[in-house]
């Protein structure tokens, strides 16, 4: 099985990593062999079946309405690789 | 319709919980703190981080639903949505997808003087994102995380509006409910309530054009320009043989026009999954019960009593109760007084001159109890409706009460019988020529009487009883 | 001093005044030194462990200890946050990230007087079986085989936590669980790893791989250390939303290790002719002693047992893909500048992760996209159901389950097969018992013919670890292993 080039492209972009394209024949071969491996599932019959997506059987444990953490933009900043005026600084957006 | 073509609208709100602290964080949700000043560990996404869901938004979501008619579902769940975004720290906003806290509901709204229902979706919780600012420097955008997990509800309409107007009456009275309700403040400048608008047009009895979403309107007179602008644009777009592309447009509230949004370019895949940090929200029914009880008078039922308790019209009652505060301050007026009095006074005076002012009904100069006694100043006839206005004003300018005002001024007036009786008296013997020349049939010197009177008392008679005397006097 | 201590015997010469915290720490500090060859520390705080270790001293002059266990010094995966401890989960992305807090499991430690050595390597983000997907490079397993001088994978990917233990470099030490990450290196290594049931241990600052599956627990020489360990770090956190709200429970005093009229649950589909001979005899011997000390054996099914590891490689590399999307360039870690923003994403991303890494987010990207979401995650969530489901109707019949840990004793670090699925299959045993939640333990039962440690599993019902730390002390106790790797690092 294959795994084609754009597929592969089209998931960098939406995961943000970039594909180098020396890796390009590798990587598609590693998850073509992921990809059959998982589609094993597709046999198994799962009519009626719930989906878990949490094996834990209690339901939402709430907070109380507090506003009991305080901290100052020093804080938050201190391990941010680039800021400016109290600000996250990123590479100029344009909307 | 323009020019022969409809609109077809829909309208997700997004309404700032009221809350003091964030939907899944400890931090403040204070409007106007120094940047980043209000951004927990949770908030900024640092590793290892979780978010622990608040109650009061949990609660407040509930009302809010229950307000819009809507059924409230005893178990949701908490979706990822996912997409990298400089305001977005987790890289996915914490929603509700396929199983949001509230399902389908409707509202009424006026539509040119009819009751029209608007049918809702939907209401979910979600995170708000953080701020970007774009124009502090020339190569970087800024980001100011406080508003990052703020609680929103968004609240998702049907396709069920035909004009701008509608619209905005829609936002309108959504706003107005939650503000009944007291889960969102609903100011729309502060960006408490925005709107995304979906706009699409269709011939008549075609099938429905491609819909573009205009987003983050926040105001009832952007969201209605845009609706124009955008409907005026796909016209002439169609009729000129384009397609119309399914898109996210931006607003420009300088030139009034819309534009595509570039950074939203990338076709878009949110790969919504169940967070996996979050276990699924089962309310249980005694608990929505009791929420319900608590649910305050909402302003279709309000506009109801007011038209059959205190007799207001129904523009009237429209009027007042389609704000909360507003209605608030006028059944506060309104206790044992004349309702006419009062509506006049409330409608017209105040809110002319809180329009002058640019102020809020919460901001009034003049509190509920003040224009309480002013009017009964009127009712009992101390003062006349001519002198209340001028009272009214002074009450505005100086903040003292009608009653120092009035004693100050020496402004009251004369409605004692006996006291005027002795004016009357005195009036009719100073000019004996002119009582004779009226009883021989002068009828036009009748005013010569009052004016002498009103001179005598320093304008202070009551002219109704002056009238009466004088008359009953002079013909007996 | 006594060498290869376990936690239990170094409270007590702590107790009996033999030895000091601070002596200990020393020593360990010394292992730790001496042991580079074997890579397993990311960062030594030995400053800061030896000030600690003092103040634990006085504490015990003055009769104020913070718990039993005060003083004794252990190890930390390198992916709970530790605050003003450099923390990077053996990613370049996080190579500076020193955090501000402290995770909930490594607080519960400071609080009960533990001395922290330092950080432990594993694989990135926990990503991996052979702890060679660490940014900082490969753990050697301290065991190596009698028949070859090549180096051996610990495991992983808390094969820095196992290997430390094994080799004397801290007492116990704390590991995270996703699909076998304490259980399989504790197997390759000859200790005893302990993965709780889901929501017992708080993953409150612990660094996320798969969220519903991730799961601190103890890596230690001992059953008892493990019961200790597990009762420090357990209890309900209301910072994490999937923590149980259940009461604390005392492993350590309620251990009881009679098995009789116990029963041994032994699932047909965990035999396999893939099974190495030495594996599939300490399994039967395993069950003949427990059967001699009174437990039953019952044949059980557990059909699914196959489909639970691509099942995994659904629902993990899912969750990875969303957990990791917060390392960005934008608020800690490393940054690599672009052009714009999104080229700033995609250089700090490509630059930062690791292949591995990689390759789980692109998976996961992909069983989540539009057009593959019911196909992949919801069908893998739809089998995970089956899967517990396996295990519920088992545990109706059955005290507790029993299985080889791993497929294999631990390889060689050179010899790694170039198709990724192959290296999964290090996880076939472990990943079923993530899936249902449950607890499970590897505790070391015998050695094969290259004298390299066998593991075995026993698992119980959620929240039945008491009934687990039992089971495996009869089995402990009865086997006596006493094996140690020589220390051939030192020389």
Not at chain 1, 13 to 31: N, P
Not at chain 3, 24 to 45: Q, R
Not at chain 3, 78 to 83: E, G, I, S
Not at chain 3, 188 to 196: C, E, H, N, Q, S
């Amino acid at each position: 099985m294959e795994f084609d080039k754009d597929s592969l492209y089209k998931l960098g972009k939406l995961s943000k990593i970039q594909i180098d394209d020396s890796k390009l024949e590798s990587l598609s071969s590693d998850l073509a062999s992921i990809i059959k491996f998982i589609d094993r599932l597709k046999s198994i019959d799962t009519e009626n079946v719930d989906p878990t997506s949490n094996s834990l059987d209690q339901s939402l444990v709430m907070r109380e309405d507090i506003a009991s953490d305080v901290n100052t933009a020093d804080e938050i900043l201190e391990n941010a690789p680039q800021n400016e005026l109290d600000f996250f600084s990123v590479p100029k957006v344009i909307e | 319709m323009i020019n022969g073509w409809e609109l077809v609208i829909g309208i997700e709100i997004h309404a700032q919980i009221k809350s003091n602290s964030k939907l899944f964080s400890s931090s403040s949700t204070k409007f106007g703190s120094g940047p980043n000043s209000q951004v927990s560990l949770v908030d900024a996404a640092m590793p290892g981080m979780l978010p622990v869901i608040n109650k009061f938004c949990v609660e407040q979501a509930v009302r809010s639903g229950i307000g819009l008619n809507a059924k409230i579902n005893n178990k949701s769940i908490f979706d990822r949505k996912n997409y990298f975004y400089q305001d977005l720290p987790q890289g996915y906003q914490i929603s509700q997808f396929k199983d949001p806290i509230v399902g389908n509901g409707f509202i009424e709204i006026d539509s040119e003087g009819q009751p029209k229902k608007i049918g809702i979706e939907r209401l979910h919780l979600e995170q708000d994102a953080g701020k970007s600012l774009h124009d502090q420097d020339p190569k970087f955008t800024f980001v100011d995380l406080n508003r990052s997990g703020i609680a929103l509800m968004e609240i998702v309409s049907m396709p069920d509006m035909k004009s701008a107007d509608e619209a905005v009456e829609y936002v309108k009275k959504v706003r107005s409910i939650l503000r009944y309700l007291d889960t969102c403040d609903g100011n729309m400048e502060q960006g408490s309530l925005r709107a995304d608008v979906n706009v699409s047009v269709n011939k008549p009895g075609e099938a429905l054009g491609t819909r573009c979403e205009i987003k983050n309107l926040n105001s009832f007179k952007y969201i209605h320009s845009a609706i124009i602008y955008e409907a005026k644009r796909q016209i002439k777009a169609i009729e000129s043989g384009e397609n119309i592309i399914q898109e996210t447009r931006l607003y420009n509230i300088d030139t009034g026009e819309t534009r595509s949004m570039r950074s939203k370019e990338d076709a878009h895949d949110y790969r919504y999954f169940p967070d996996p940090d979050l276990l699924p929200l089962v309310l249980e029914d005694n608990w929505i019960k009791k929420i319900k009880s608590s649910i305050p008078e909402l302003p279709d039922k309000k506009k109801e009593r007011f038209i059959k308790e205190y007799g207001l019209s129904e523009y009237d009652s429209s009027v007042i109760v389609s704000d909360k505060s507003t209605s608030d301050y006028f059944e506060k007026v309104v206790q044992d007084r004349n309702p006419k009095l009062v509506t006049t006074w409330v409608t017209s005076e105040l809110f002319s001159i809180l329009n002058k002012k640019n102020l809020s009904i919460d901001e009034s100069p003049i509190p509920p109890n003040q224009l309480g006694d002013l009017i009964d100043y009127i009712d009992s006839g101390k003062i006349s409706s001519r002198q209340a206005k001028d009272i009214f004003e002074e009450m505005c300018e100086t903040g003292e009460t009608a009653q120092n005002i009035i004693n100050e001024k020496g402004l009251s007036q004369i409605s004692d019988e006996s006291e005027l009786k002795k004016l009357v008296e005195s009036v009719l013997s100073l000019n004996p020529e002119n009582v004779e020349k009226y009883k021989n049939g002068k009828d036009k010197l009748f005013g010569f009487f009052v004016g002498e009177a009103m001179k005598l008392s320093k304008g202070k008679a009551n002219p109704k009883i002056l009238n009466e005397l004088l008359k009953s006097k002079l013909n007996s | 001093m006594k060498i290869n201590l376990n936690f239990i015997e170094a409270c007590s010469l702590l107790e009996k005044n033999e030895t000091t915290s601070v002596e200990l720490t020393k020593i360990y500090l010394k292992n730790i030194k001496e042991a580079k060859e074997l890579n397993c520390f990311n960062t030594i705080s030995a400053e800061q462990a030896l000030d600690d270790a003092e103040k634990s001293d006085i504490r015990r002059k003055q009769g104020k200890l913070k718990s039993r266990f005060d003083g004794i010094p252990i190890g930390v995966k390198d992916l709970f946050c530790t605050k003003n401890i450099k923390t990077t989960a053996s990613s370049k992305i996080l190579s500076n990230f020193i955090p501000s807090y402290e995770s909930t499991v490594t607080q519960n430690c400071i609080d009960a007087g533990l001395i922290s050595l330092g950080k432990l390597n594993c694989d990135e983000f926990a990503m991996g079986s052979t702890n060679k997907t660490s940014f900082y490079g490969p753990v050697t397993n301290p065991w190596k085989s009698n028949k070859s001088e090549a180096k051996l994978v610990p495991g992983g990917s808390s094969g820095g936590s196992a290997a430390a233990v094994a080799a004397d470099l801290c007492v116990v030490s704390l590991g995270t669980d996703t699909g076998g990450s304490i259980r399989q290196p504790a197997s390759f290594t000859g200790t005893v790893g302990l993965k709780p049931t889901y929501g017992r241990v708080s993953r409150w600052g612990i660094i996320a791989f798969a969220s519903s599956l991730d799961q601190a627990g103890p890596i230690t020489k001992t059953v008892e250390d493990a019961a200790a360990l597990l009762e420090i770090i357990a209890g309900h956190d209301p910072k994490d939303s999937t923590s149980s709200i259940k009461e604390k429970e005392s492993f350590l005093d309620n251990l009881n290790s009679s098995v009789k009229g116990i029963k041994i649950g032994i699932p047909k589909e965990f035999k396999s002719d893939g099974l190495p001979v030495s594996t599939q005899k300490a399994w039967d011997d395993c069950k003949k002693l427990l059967q001699s000390n009174g437990a039953e054996l019952i044949d059980i099914s557990l059909p699914h047992t196959m489909d639970a590891l691509p099942t995994y490689y659904i629902i993990a590399p899912a969750e990875a893909s969303s957990n990791l999307a917060r390392y960005d360039g934008v608020r800690f870690g490393i940054r690599e500048e672009g052009e714009n923003l999104i080229e700033m994403y995609e250089k700090t991303r490509s630059i930062g992760f690791g292949d591995e890494v990689k390759r789980r987010i692109l998976i996961g990207t992909y069983v989540l996209s539009s057009g593959y979401y019911d196909a992949y995650y919801i069908k893998a969530q739809k089998i995970r159901s089956l899967i517990k489901n396996d295990f519920n109707q088992a545990f109706e019949k059955v005290d507790a389950i029993l299985t080889p840990s791993t497929p294999s004793t631990a390889f060689e670090i050179e010899n790694e097969p170039n198709d990724p699925v192959q290296t999964y299959l290090n996880d076939v045993f472990t990943v079923p018992i993530n899936l249902a939640g449950i607890p499970a333990i590897s505790i070391p039962f015998t050695n094969d013919e290259n004298n390299l440690p066998i593991g075995l599993q026993l698992i119980t019902n959620s929240f039945e670890e008491q009934k687990l730390l039992n089971i495996a002390k009869n089995v402990q106790d009865t086997i006596n292993y006493k094996s140690v790797p020589k220390n051939w690092w030192k020389s």
